[in-house]
Nanobody, 116 residues
């Protein structure tokens, strides 16, 4: 059974930082692109950042460019999302996705709340 497990969410003040982690089963991680998505209450789930299987190519949503960094450690089957200068509008549930199949494999999500 494959697994995708996010961690690292929490409550942070505006301007603060958080690092999200996503550990996935090797079979759906090592040769596949990965991505982070987020969903705020009442809104659709949107892509935040993606990274290629090698880590050599990344992409970001305009709203997070220059503040968030996606990276991966293929030895640990883990993808990260470093979030700096967080804003209240970054508040959402953050999901990790493996692009191993057309529909992908999703984690259960981790809550990020940015509030003073």
């Amino acid at each position: 059974q494959v697994q995708v497990v996010e961690s690292g969410g929490g409550l942070v003040q505006p301007g603060g930082s958080l690092r999200l982690s996503c550990a996935a089963s090797r079979s759906i991680f090592s040769l596949h692109a990965m991505g982070w998505y987020r969903q705020a209450p009442g809104k659709q789930r949107d892509v935040v950042a993606t990274i290629s299987s090698s880590g050599g190519s990344t992409s970001y949503a305009d709203a997070v460019k220059g503040r968030f960094t996606i990276s991966r450690d293929n030895a640990k089957n883990t993808v990260y999302l470093q979030m700096n200068n967080l804003k209240p509008e970054d508040t959402a549930v953050y999901y990790c996705k493996s692009f191993a199949t057309y529909s992908g494999y999703w984690g259960q999500g981790t809550q990020v709340t940015v509030s003073s």
